[in-house]
């Protein structure tokens, strides 16, 4: 079997390419950093090490490299004949590679290749697939269009790991964390006949991902925040701190009370699973910093990210968002020179708040835009005494 992947990066490696390594499959990484994808080339192999005591190893060969930018043509080979294609390049870019997706099945159809495909896009994101299936569509002559239909599925997918901030002397080494989780909504696969073990696979995906983005990512963040606002630089000191431990369990509180109203997760079941990540933000192993994790505070502020979105869907259901709102007003005040976004942010904060808010959020709720402003005002008011 193989498979066609794009991003090969840390998640790339660490996580889907470990689990379709464990599945039998060759893989053929494409991404435009020659050193890893020469690197591959080289060896063929890597390691990935578990971040967690004994540092286990895990050993992934049977592995290739093409570099998209010079070799365009290979990957539109690789994936007229590859069985299937994953993506753990980041939201922003699927729209930079959905051309050469386009074209490589355009190359299926001209050699008359039936065989029923999958493209899985694993990004942080809800619909990340339909989305890549929608910038895809762009790209293929209006006679390629009905051949994708029948032949090629864009499922998609919610996925889940942890990989520490890290730098080593061989560029394909990668630390991640034990935990994994990688849901594929099977009512949306071209080819359901093709699943992965260690892969779950689910009739209804949106709960799964909601799950993972309002309380992974929001909890993440809520971290990272409230850490930056008391001074932490790191994640590892700023959870010790019993104020953004506490921060964090009460957005967890808000985003769980949401999330079994709306999709009846069992209360044990679900509380369960938020210990689960706390434990994981917690992990002595896995270092990263604010800075990282705090990152495009714009994009985190969008209608249906990590934070409005529950908030708004709280509001709707008279359910309680207070710990939500004091973090959103923390995200606002997310100062770092390095972050375009963050450097962006706090000059649309010389406009007045209620505007800054509109613009971010997207949010037509005034009343809601109107707490929104008034508890930003309140942390930039207490953050510049």
């Avoid at 390594?21 to 050193?35: E, H, K, M, P, Q």
């Avoid at 990282?292 to 529950?310: A, M, N, W």
Wanted: glycine share 8%; aromatic share 8%; proline share 4%.
């Amino acid at each position: 079997m193989k498979a066609v992947h794009f991003g090969a990066g840390n998640i790339g490696r660490g996580f889907i390419g470990e689990t379709l390594a464990a599945n039998g499959f060759s893989i053929d990484f494409v991404d435009v950093n020659d050193t890893v994808i020469s690197a591959l080339n080289d060896r063929h192999e890597y390691d990935i090490e578990l971040a967690a005591p004994g540092q286990e190893k895990i050993h992934v060969d049977n592995v290739a490299g093409i570099n998209n930018g010079e070799n365009p043509d290979q990957v539109v080979a690789a994936i007229a004949q590859t069985d299937l294609v994953t993506t753990a390049i980041g939201p922003k870019i699927l729209q930079f590679i959905a051309p050469l997706i386009a074209d490589g099945l355009a190359a299926r159809k001209a050699q008359g290749n039936e065989q029923k495909i999958d493209v899985i896009a694993c990004e942080n994101m809800i619909g990340g697939s339909a989305h890549l299936k929608e910038e895809v569509y762009k790209s293929l002559a209006d006679a390629d269009k009905a051949y994708v239909d029948e032949y090629v599925g864009f499922p998609n997918a919610a996925v889940d790991r942890i990989v520490p901030l890290q730098k080593h002397d061989d560029p394909l080494m990668v630390s991640v964390e034990p935990f994994k989780e990688w849901v594929v909504d099977e009512s949306q696969m071209a080819n359901p006949d093709l699943k992965l073990e260690g892969v779950e696979y689910a009739p209804d995906l949106e709960p799964f991902i909601e799950r993972k983005l309002f309380s992974v990512n929001t909890g993440h963040a809520t971290v990272a925040y409230t850490g930056k606002s008391l001074g932490y630089d790191t994640i590892g000191d700023a959870i010790k701190d019993e104020r953004v431990l506490d921060q964090l369990k009460g957005v967890l509180k808000e985003t769980g009370d949401l999330l079994i109203d709306k999709w009846n997760f069992k209360r044990e079941d679900h509380e369960a699973y938020q210990k689960k990540i706390i434990s994981r933000f917690e992990n002595p192993y896995i270092s990263d910093t604010i800075a990282r994790v705090g990152r495009t505070p714009i994009r985190k502020l969008g209608y249906d990210e990590r934070f409005i979105r529950p908030i708004r869907e709280a509001k709707e259901r008279g359910l309680g968002y207070a710990k939500l709102l004091e973090t959103v007003g923390k995200i606002y005040q997310f100062n770092v020179a390095e972050d375009d976004e963050s450097v962006k942010l706090q000059q649309m904060l010389q406009a007045k708040f209620a505007e800054v808010v509109t613009e971010t959020t997207g949010l037509k709720d005034e009343d809601l835009i109107a707490e929104i402003a008034g508890k930003m005002s309140a942390e930039f008011t207490a953050a510049n005494k």
